[in-house]
């Protein structure tokens, strides 16, 4: 999306990579300036409360700084058993890949749930 204008909510989602917010949609959040609010959402294998998400979600705030961050949700996305054993051999990757052996199944009815709620709570925060 290269034009964000005139939206009263703008939600960006996005699975964390490496522990962080992927490059390509780092131009797009860093782009979101003055009256723009937004909500973020993002998907990641590790389990639920881990550190990678939480420092990929600060990493988003930060470079989201010129808008209005109006909160941010995250919930659990199954990865590709193959891609799991190939990360496990590199040692950056090693930890959030063991965990993510357990995201299977996810983002599940409790996410979608959970995912609606927090997008209820984000239009009520605009509509105040
Ligand atoms: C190259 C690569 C790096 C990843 N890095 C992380 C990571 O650092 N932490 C994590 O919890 N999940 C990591 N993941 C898992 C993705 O976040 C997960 O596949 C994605 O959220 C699933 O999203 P989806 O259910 O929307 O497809 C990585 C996945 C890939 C392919």
New binding site residues.
């Given amino acids: 999306m290269e034009n964000a204008n005139g939206y009263d909510i703008i939600f960006c989602g996005f699975?964390?990579?490496?522990?962080s917010v992927p490059g390509k949609v780092q131009p797009f959040i860093k782009g979101l300036s003055g009256e723009q609010k937004v909500a973020l959402f993002?998907?990641?294998?590790?389990l639920c409360g881990?550190q990678?998400?939480k420092q990929a979600f600060e990493h988003a705030i930060s470079i989201a700084s010129k808008a209005t961050t109006l909160g941010h949700f995250g919930c659990r996305?199954?990865?590709d058993p193959k891609?799991i054993e190939t990360?496990m051999q590199k040692s950056e990757?090693r930890a959030?890949a063991q965990?993510?052996q357990s995201a299977e199944g996810?983002?599940d009815q409790g996410d979608f749930e959970d995912a609606k709620k927090f997008a209820l709570e984000m239009i009520a925060k605009i509509g105040s």
């Fill in positions: 699975p964390v990579l490496a522990h993002s998907t990641y294998g590790s881990g990678p998400p996305g199954s990865v891609i990360l990757h959030w965990e993510a996810h983002p």
